[in-house]
């Protein structure tokens, strides 16, 4: 299986959004709503940010929202802060009940 | 609070077993999957397996045929063992919890760091 395909970087200023894409297949992104996303800042364990595409859990800022699109799926940070920056990952349930992440982003705030 | 903690090893020869162990606290082993995943220095994350406390697993393809995970419910604990390991398999093994119908991973342990090397 492949990894899920997302930009290497992406960078905004504080108070800009910024997007994350994170593409895979018909056989993973593409036929589950089992999209999750993690946040990984440096040394750290990675912490859940959103479930199901678009459910945050309790604790994760509003700033955080997902959507998902055919085989893309994507994660908004919106009032982008300087503690948001971090590795991202997005990880997708695929059609042989196996996971699959996605390369990460890194995002850096100016 | 649900607690993860991975133990084990932190140095294995190439050519040999890769053994990790997981010790839940705060909640049972016997109500969610358990998975273990992988990140190799520098680079980004790889799912390794799950297990259900019933003893079913699933593993990633490219790692199935040296993988086992398995379940000790007396001790609420999971491990991870991983046979004839090269170079590429140095990574921090973290171990984390699923819940059984969202599939994400919830809760992580804190990553045990396992070079492999003579």
């Known amino acids: 299986q492949s990894a899920l395909t997302q930009p290497p970087s992406v960078s905004g200023s504080p108070g800009q959004s910024v997007t994350i894409s994170c593409t895979g297949i018909?056989?993973?992104?593409?036929?589950?709503?089992?999209v999750s996303w993690y946040q990984q800042p440096p040394g750290t364990a990675p912490k859940l940010m959103i479930y199901?595409?678009?459910n945050r859990p309790s604790g994760v800022p509003d700033r955080f929202s997902g959507s998902k699109s055919g085989n893309t799926a994507s994660l908004t940070i919106s009032g982008l802060q300087a503690e948001d920056e971090a590795d991202y990952y997005c990880?997708?349930?695929?059609?042989?009940?196996?996971?699959?992440f996605g390369t990460g982003t890194k995002v850096t705030v100016l | 609070q649900v607690q993860l903690q991975e133990s084990g090893p932190g140095l294995v020869k190439p050519s040999e077993t890769l053994s990790l162990t997981c010790t839940v606290s705060?909640?049972?082993?016997?109500?969610?999957?358990w998975s273990w995943i992988r990140q190799p220095p520098g680079k980004g994350l790889e799912w390794v397996g799950y297990?259900?406390?019933?003893?079913?697993?699933n593993y990633n393809p490219s790692l199935k045929s040296r993988v086992t995970i398995s379940v000790d419910t007396s001790k609420n604990q999971f491990s991870l063992n991983l046979s004839s390991v090269t170079a590429a398999d140095t990574a921090v093994y973290y171990c984390?919890?699923?819940?059984?119908?969202?599939?994400?991973?919830?809760?992580w342990g804190q990553g045990a760091l396992v070079t492999v090397s003579s």
């Open positions: 984390a919890r699923q819940q059984l119908l969202r599939r994400d991973f919830d809760y």
């Open positions: 705060g909640d049972s082993i016997s109500s969610y999957y």
């Open positions: 297990l259900y406390y019933t003893g079913n697993t």
């Open positions: 018909s056989s993973d992104v593409g036929s589950y709503n089992r």
């Open positions: 199901e595409v678009s």
């Open positions: 990880s997708s349930y695929t059609s042989i009940s196996t996971y699959v």
